[in-house]
């Protein structure tokens, strides 16, 4: 499995301030990715000179704060994770897995508690 990404993601009720702060720090909106699962959430990747990513994610009821690793391989991803405790933080009558038409991602919680939000994206020779 190979990691293409990995950077905080926060979801917050109040990611306009939050943008603030990291524009004070130097990041910029690399771009925003609108209606996100089942809460339609948003959410804004910002990044610095330095190469540096952080996500900020508006949402209505949540402050939470994720570790957001990117991969080249989902499933076997998942099953890693899986296979190290983690298990699904999505409840049975929701899909695990959110498609969001260029990308796919699950939440996944550890066996002590932190949280991962694993997404791929998708290339153009996806058939899924």
Do not use: C
């Amino acid at each position: 499995m190979k990691i293409t990404t990995f950077n905080p993601l926060i979801v917050t009720k109040d990611a306009e301030n939050t943008i603030k702060l990291f524009e004070e720090l130097g990041f910029k909106k690399h771009h925003t990715k609108d209606d996100i699962g089942m809460n339609s959430v948003t959410d804004y990747r910002m990044k610095n000179d330095d190469g540096f990513y952080v996500d900020i994610t508006q949402s209505d009821d949540q402050e939470r704060t994720f570790i957001r690793i990117n991969v080249s391989d989902f499933d076997e991803a998942v099953e890693f994770f899986k296979a190290h405790g983690f298990r699904m933080a999505r409840h049975e009558a929701a899909k695990d897995t959110v498609d969001t038409g260029s990308s796919k991602f699950n939440i996944m919680v550890s066996p002590s508690g932190f949280i991962i939000a694993l997404s791929y994206h998708k290339k153009d020779t996806d058939n899924n």
